[in-house]
């Protein structure tokens, strides 16, 4: 193709570059804003520059606890995210041999991704405000008094409120694991076969090797997603907030900057965790072509 | 190795995540259709036969024709949002993946560049809500900027709080949607076709409207269906941009479930559902997805 940058360039440039701050630039904003001083408010200018609103979330303002909310939150991710990585790398390699209800699953993973999150939410609280209302009320008929005995609800973080994550977290991983194996060279799999590897073997050290670095993606994916989920949470979680819960509820009461701290803490976990991940990510793919030889020239 | 040993491994690989989606997702959906058609008081729902959640729900339609009865306004508001937001989000996304793609020639910078508009996408939706507020307030940047300049003299009370803000929002959480796939679809268009089109005559223009956005079809669906169901069943954007005051098809949902009318909440979500299935079978007929990974 041509090898002088045209006209089109850099306009195209300029309109990047326009996106980029248009995306980034009122993040950074309440991140500034965040470090007002005792008397400032919640638009600039600034009014001297403290850590004054980040003592005062970590000292609680009598509204919620945001510390409890905070470790929720970060428990659940994790979990969420662990589940995420098992469950997508398996079903990822089931997709490569094929088997029956394939299809069946995909269009499931797909219709699990863009539902309505309100129409999810909705399902999973009455599918346990309903198994609550069997196991308090007709426990005895079904013989399983003995197990419903004090029985109050089924609802909880780790219970609808991982499922209601997991909704939306295991779609991303399958589709990273589509366009992981698109792009993977299966004869390496046979070679390894070839050599009497077992199928165990195989995964453990030719596949796993390879993909790792996109695995750890799904990993990053799988967190993320849940420190910052929503709009599935908000009926399924359950009698407890998660982090993001008691930012949306602040925004309606909250006129003071100590909402735009929490905003800083949360994004600083955010991009604590994608840091983290990608540079475990470029340790890993130079790891891959200090020793790997051509192994991973079909992943990019 | 049998071939019956292989699928029954395949089986147990891909259990677990059909597990979950049976008992987080199918489920739940049988769960709103029934529930939707079962009777509620006050305060509970009663498990008999009733459609009064959708008849409470459009009571009086019919009898204010041809005026719109508020579910048909809330409907028409959500559907011109959606469609506001369908149209910028396409714009922006086709023209920042169109730049990624074809105008960004070292792959390390397209990794790069790709990341930076991938990153917000990893932090909170809400923080990203509110970090809007300082600038569009009443007090805000934009209206000091504004009355700086001496454009206005008053400040602009329809930044915030209103549908623009709505709108705005929605641009900047989900042009991300549109990127990743339509960018997808560029990446994969032959270099070879473009310089043909060139070799042949054809303008820059000529180029895009008979080669690229052709090719770059499959993407562009799927950036839709992405954009259109999240702004469709949206309750959180509107509720905080909106400053709780706008209805949409997502708000109705959540009113009635804050209300623990848990049948006419499942009603509005059938119907919402109903409508968004007809958009994406109408769409998918355009794009098999399968082929697109």
Request: proline share 4%; net charge neutral.
């Amino acid at each position: 193709m041509e090898t002088r940058r045209g006209k089109s360039f850099y306009i195209l440039a300029a309109v990047f570059i326009a996106y980029v701050l248009f995306l980034y630039g009122p993040m950074f904003a309440i991140f500034v804003l965040s470090f007002q001083g005792p008397e400032g408010g919640l638009t600039f200018p600034m009014n001297g520059v403290s850590l004054h609103w980040f003592y005062k979330v970590f000292e609680g303002n009598g509204v919620v606890n945001i510390g409890a909310a905070f470790k929720r939150s970060l428990a659940l991710g994790t979990v969420v995210m662990l589940i995420t990585v098992v469950l997508s790398v398996a079903a990822g390699m089931a997709f490569r041999k094929g088997f029956k209800g394939a299809v069946v699953l995909f269009y499931t993973a797909i219709a699990s991704l863009i539902m309505p999150s309100i129409i999810t939410s909705l399902g999973i609280a009455l599918e346990f405000r309903l198994l609550d209302d069997v196991m308090i009320n007709h426990a005895n008929d079904l013989g399983l008094g003995w197990f419903a005995e004090g029985w109050t609800t089924a609802m909880g973080l780790f219970t609808s409120g991982l499922g209601a994550h997991l909704t939306w977290t295991l779609p991303f991983g399958l589709l990273i694991m589509f366009a992981i194996f698109n792009r993977f060279d299966g004869r390496l799999e046979e070679a390894a076969r070839d050599l009497g590897a077992t199928p165990w073997q195989t995964f453990r050290y030719v596949v796993l090797p390879i993909i790792l670095p996109s695995v750890v993606g799904i990993g990053l994916f799988g967190f993320t997603l849940s420190w910052d989920e929503l709009a599935r949470s908000s009926q399924a979680i359950g009698s407890v907030n998660t982090l993001p819960l008691e930012l949306q509820g602040l925004t309606t009461t909250v006129t003071k900057p100590d909402i735009y701290a929490l905003g800083t803490i949360t994004s600083a976990v955010s991009f604590l965790v994608i840091f983290l991940a990608l540079f475990i990510i470029q340790a890993l793919q130079a790891r891959q072509k200090r020793y790997g030889s051509d192994a991973g020239k079909g992943l990019v | 190795m049998t071939k019956d040993r292989n699928s029954l491994i395949a089986w147990l690989q891909a259990g677990p995540m059909m597990l979950v989606f049976s008992a987080f997702f199918l489920l739940p959906l049988v769960f709103v259709t029934i529930v939707s058609a079962w009777d509620y008081n006050e305060y509970e729902m009663l498990p008999a036969l009733s459609f009064r959640g959708y008849t409470d729900t459009f009571e009086g339609c019919i009898a204010q024709l041809p005026d719109l009865c508020t579910i048909l306004k809330t409907y028409a508001k959500t559907v011109k949002l959606c469609f506001l937001t369908w149209a910028i989000t396409l714009t922006i996304g086709f023209t920042i993946a169109y730049f990624l793609a074809f105008h960004v020639r070292s792959k390390t910078w397209q990794i790069v560049l790709s990341l930076l508009c991938t990153i917000p996408f990893w932090t909170s939706n809400v923080i990203r809500m509110v970090a809007w507020v300082p600038l569009l307030g009443r007090n805000g940047l934009v209206n000091q900027g504004l009355i700086d300049l001496g454009l206005i003299k008053v400040p602009l009370e329809w930044l915030l709080f209103s549908e623009f803000s709505v709108v705005l929002a929605f641009v900047h959480l989900f042009t991300f949607f549109m990127v990743v796939p339509i960018f997808n679809s560029m990446i994969r268009i032959d270099p070879k076709l473009i310089e043909a089109a060139y070799d042949a005559g054809a303008t820059g223009f000529q180029t895009l409207v008979n080669i690229i956005i052709p090719l770059a079809k499959p993407g562009i669906v799927i950036g839709s269906i992405f954009v259109i169901t999240i702004v469709m069943g949206d309750f959180v954007t509107i509720g905080v941009m909106g400053g709780q005051q706008i209805a949409s098809a997502g708000k109705i949902i959540e009113t009635r479930l804050n209300a623990l009318q848990f049948p006419a909440a499942a009603a509005n979500a059938v119907i919402l559902l109903g409508i968004t299935i007809v958009i994406i079978s109408a769409l998918t007929r355009l794009v098999d997805i399968r082929k697109e990974l």
